[in-house]
């Protein structure tokens, strides 16, 4: 039997054939994006620890958007974006704008040698209005602009910039959105930056775990339309070990499919040696990189909660660590922010991101 080309998408920003367990977030976007009317989902945020899929939504929902009509630029929060952002425009509108169309003609004159009225339409010196000359000739051919922005990083000047320069688009009535995505620290300090409240009143996505049925899913389909057959038991164990984490979704069905990547069935062999390999690279990329960006305050909180089975209390928490409730509650929110952990009801917490409780404390040992 010949190679079967692979088709799990493991590696960073890679759109899946199937975004398992984001069906009602595209919905929501295809629906603004085809409304004549404006929808509050033409801005959203998401946030969500590593590996929940941030940046493949963004990207496929930029596509989506273009496929009914807008005008999609991506980029990431890093200097110099605005002008990223205004070249890509350009370069993706190249056949709908006039960039040089920063002069209108309001009269026309008689006089010995002629004369000609011409005011300036906007200060083209000025990002902002570089923008809405772009924005304007982009509406009134009958679009929009989308712009996405990944890994939101609120200390970036302009980062600020471009949302409140948004805003004065939105009030102006200008078809314009705009997409963001970030760790969920990073996403809470941007909210909380005054200059940019109103991105409060933005539609917010908490990208978390997927439902395993989901999850199951997704695997059988991308290995049934990529004409192969999947043992059941090793899906069954396939899906337990992914534990609804996007990322590994993907890299189980892309390890245990290259095993025997000339056979016309993933066996239960395959399935259990790829979660293998899998699990030692989620290690690697995913818990190792969120376990170096604690502190040791952070650090001595979470193993704190390693004393507890499954979920853990402030009140506990607070005699473990004899510190105040002010204090727990402010590590709490901090790793909350982070994605590490979750809230599942009031005062209580468990790990939020999967297997980071098994390497911590392997970590503990050490």
């Known amino acids: 039997m010949e190679y079967l080309e692979n088709p799990f998408t493991p590696s960073f920003g890679e759109v899946p054939a199937h975004l398992a367990g984001r069906q009602q977030i595209i919905r929501d976007l295809d629906r603004a ?5 404006r929808r509050p989902e033409l801005t959203s945020i998401f946030s969500g620890a590593r590996g929940t899929g941030k940046t493949a939504l963004m990207s496929s929902l930029a596509t989506r958007a273009e496929s009914h009509g807008w005008i999609a630029v991506k980029t990431t929060a890093l200097p110099g974006m605005l002008e990223e952002i205004e070249f890509g425009a350009k370069r993706a509108a190249g056949h709908l704008i006039d960039p040089s169309n920063n002069f209108e003609v309001t009269g026309l004159g008689i006089a010995p040698l002629g004369s000609i009225e011409v005011n300036r339409v906007h200060d083209a010196s000025t990002w902002r209005y570089r923008m809405s000359d772009i924005i304007d000739q982009l509406n009134e051919a009958g679009t929009g602009l989308l712009v ?9 000047d302009e980062m600020i910039q471009l949302a409140a320069t948004y805003q004065h688009f939105v009030t102006d009535g200008k078809r314009v959105a705009l997409l963001m995505a970030g760790l969920p620290n990073n996403v809470s300090t941007l909210l909380n930056h005054k200059t940019v409240s109103f991105l ?26 990529n004409d192969r057959l999947a043992d059941a038991e090793g899906i069954d164990r396939a899906v337990r070990s992914i534990s609804g984490f996007p990322f590994l979704l993907q890299l189980v069905g892309y ?17 259990d040696l790829g979660i293998k390999i899998a699990r030692d690279e989620m290690d690697d990329r995913i818990l190792a990189a969120t376990y170096r960006e604690l502190t040791a305050e952070d650090k001595r909180f979470l193993i704190a909660m390693l004393d507890d089975e499954e979920e853990s209390t402030t009140a506990d928490l607070v005699e473990r660590l004899k510190r105040s409730p002010q204090q727990v509650s402010r590590y709490r929110r901090r790793m909350i922010d982070a994605g590490i952990i979750g809230e599942r009801g009031r005062g209580i917490v468990a790990f939020e991101l999967p297997f980071f409780r098994d390497y ?4 503990c040992v050490k």
């Open 148 to 156: 996405t922005v990944d890994e939101v990083d609120p200390t970036l």
């Open 200 to 225: 409060r009143r933005a539609q917010q996505y908490h990208l978390g775990r997927i439902a395993d049925y989901d999850v199951r899913e997704a695997l059988i389909r991308t290995i049934q339309e």
């Open 255 to 271: 390890r245990a499919w290259d095993l025997t990547s000339d056979s016309k069935e993933i066996s239960s062999h395959d399935f």
């Open 33 to 37: 994006f085809l409304s004549q009317r």
């Open 360 to 363: 911590l404390a392997a970590q």
